[in-house]
């Protein structure tokens, strides 16, 4: 799955927090496996660094 993505500090590409969502919500419906757990915790954490620069796409 290919996210939009926008610039983030030092040059690196993160997607957008809507893109974000939207592969955890696509995870989710994925037969749970040890590594659906891992992609989730790192999805999360993606989460919560678009959701710190951009607050309004993170409630």
Do not use: F, K, S
């Not at 891992?38 to 919560?48: H, T």
């Amino acid at each position: 799955m290919r996210m939009p993505a926008r610039l983030w500090p030092h040059g690196l590409v993160h997607p957008c927090p809507d893109a974000v969502n939207e592969a955890i919500r696509l995870l989710m419906d994925q037969p749970p496996t040890p590594q659906r757990t891992d992609q989730y915790a790192r999805l999360l954490v993606l989460w919560r660094e678009v959701g710190d620069e951009n607050p309004a796409h993170a409630a």
